[in-house]
DNA sequence: GTGGTCTAGACCACA
DNA sequence: GTGGTCTAGACCACA
C-alpha cells in the first residue's frame, strides 16, 4: 500500500478515503485482517498516532471492527455501508452543488455524460494494461 | 446578505465563494460597490479579519478592485473571470472525481441525468415564487 | 476547576464525564463558552492533546460545538440530551445489571431504599454545609 | 458454555465474572472440576492465555484451586465467598454511584422499584421456560 | 488566542 | 505482536 499525501486534506482523512475505496473495489472483504497500527505506519511513512485516528473514524463509521491484541478486521457488509452513505452524500449533497454549478457557468449536461464514457473508456483500456503488467 | 457557514471549510473561503456565486447570478456587476469590511462583518456575525481575507482573496483573483478610502468595487468582467475560472476546475478536477465515485458507487449516468432536469425546474419554480415575492 | 483521576479509566473520558455532571448540575448552560483547550489542559496538569480528545468526544456526542478560532461552547440543550441518554442507558443497561447482581446476592430491593433515603439526606446535609461555608 | 464479548471491559475479566455469576447461580459446586484452560479457549474461541489469565484471577480470589495435573476445580465456599465480596463492593460503590446517577437524572426510587418486580416476574417466566426445556 | 493535526516516542494491558 | 493512551512539543491556519 503506498500513498500520496495531499496538503489540502488531512492525513489521517485522506488515509480513511484510500482505504474506503480499497475496500469499494473489492481489495478487503469483510472478516479480513488489515494491517496493524505500526505496519501501515511505517508502510505510509507517517507516525503511528495518524494511522490510529484513521482506524478510529473507520471504526465509529462501522467499516473496522478491532480486537484488543489482535488487530484491526473488515467489518462484514463494509463495502455496502460505505456505498449507501456515499449514495446519500453524493444524491444529497454532491450533486445539488455540482448541478448548482453547472448551471452558473452554464454547461449542459449533455457535455458532461460524453466526459464520463471517455473516462470509463479510458478506465477500462488503463486496467486492460495493469492486468497485462501482472501477467 | 446572510450566510450559514460550514465547518468543512474555513469562513473566508466560504465567503469567497458565495461572493462570486452573487456575481454569478448577475447581483452585483462590474464597478459595484461592495459593503465595507465592517459592515460585512457585522452583517455575517463574522471578525472583520475574516472578511478582510475574503475580500484579499477576491482581489488577488482580480474580481474584486480596492480604492483606497472609497471602498471595494466588483471588477469589470469579473462574471466572466469567475466562470471562466470554474470551468477549468470543473473540468479538470470536479469531473474525474465525479465519475470516479460514480463508477465505485455504481451510479448510472442517466440516474444523474434525471436528477438534472427535476433540479432545473425545480430551480425555476423557486426562482419564480421569489421573484413575486419580491414585487 | 479541579479533578483527581483515577486509575480505573482513561484520563480523557473521566474528564468527559465530570464536564456532563458539571452541565447537569447547572453549572455550565446553552451556548456559555469552556475553557480553551490550552486553558484546561494547564489546569488539570494534564496534555492539551488529552483535552482535546474530551472535547472532541463530547462534540461528537453533540453537547459540545467549537468555533475554529473562537473556542468551545456548550450546545443549546446539552443538559437535557445529556440526561436523555444517561436514562437510557441507566434503564436498559445499568438496571438490568443492578437487579440482576441483587437476585444473586440476595439483596431485598427495600434495604437498597432505605439506602437512598439516606444518601439524598446526607447529599443535602452537605449541600447546607457547603452554601455556608462560602457564605 | 458460550459467551458474548464487550469491547469495554477485558476480555478475562468479563470471563471472571461470568464464572463467578455461573457458581453464585448454583450451576458449579464446591470441588466441582472446571473445563482445561484449553477446552475452555477453544469453547470460547480465545486465546489459551486469556483462559489462564481468568483462572489465575479466580485463584487469587480464592474460588478456584488448581491441583497440578489433575484440573482447576471449585474451592469449597466459593459461592459465600463470591456473594460476600460482591456485596461489600455494591454497597460500598455501585450503590453511591447508582444514587448519584439517580439524583442527577432525577430519576425516583419508586420507579426503580417496579421495574425491580417487573424484572423478577420476567425471570421467573424465563426460567421455566428454560427448565422445561431441558427436560 | 484558539482549534487542529502531527511527530517522536514511551508505557501499559492484553492476546 | 497489537491496540490504546498519554506526554512533550511543534507548526499551521484562522479569528
Redesign the interface.
Known amino acids: 500500500m503506498t500513498m500520496e499525501f495531499n496538503d489540502k486534506q488531512t492525513i489521517y482523512l485522506q488515509i480513511v478515503d484510500y482505504m474506503e475505496?480499497h475496500i469499494?473495489?473489492g481489495a478487503w472483504k469483510g472478516d479480513e485482517k488489515i494491517p496493524s497500527v505500526r505496519d501501515l505506519a511505517v508502510e505510509l511513512q507517517v507516525n503511528p498516532n495518524t494511522v490510529m485516528r484513521a482506524y478510529e473514524q473507520l471504526q465509529?463509521r462501522g467499516i473496522v471492527q478491532?480486537r484488543?491484541g489482535v488487530g484491526h478486521f473488515i467489518a462484514p457488509g463494509a463495502a455496502d455501508l460505505i456505498?449507501k452513505k456515499?449514495?446519500e452524500t453524493?444524491?444529497g449533497q454532491?450533486?445539488?452543488r455540482?448541478?448548482?454549478?453547472?448551471?452558473?457557468?452554464?454547461?449542459r449536461?449533455e457535455e458532461?455524460?460524453t466526459?464520463?464514457?471517455q473516462?470509463?473508456d479510458a478506465?477500462n483500456k488503463t486496467k486492460n494494461i495493469e492486468t497485462d503488467e501482472k501477467k
Not at 455540482?98 to 454547461?107: A, G, P, V
Request: charged residues 25%; positive net charge.
Open positions: 475505496e469499494l473495489e465509529q478491532n484488543r456505498r456515499r449514495r453524493f444524491i454532491e450533486l445539488p455540482l448541478f448548482r454549478q453547472m448551471s452558473l457557468m452554464n454547461i449536461p458532461v455524460m466526459g464520463y464514457h473516462f470509463t478506465k
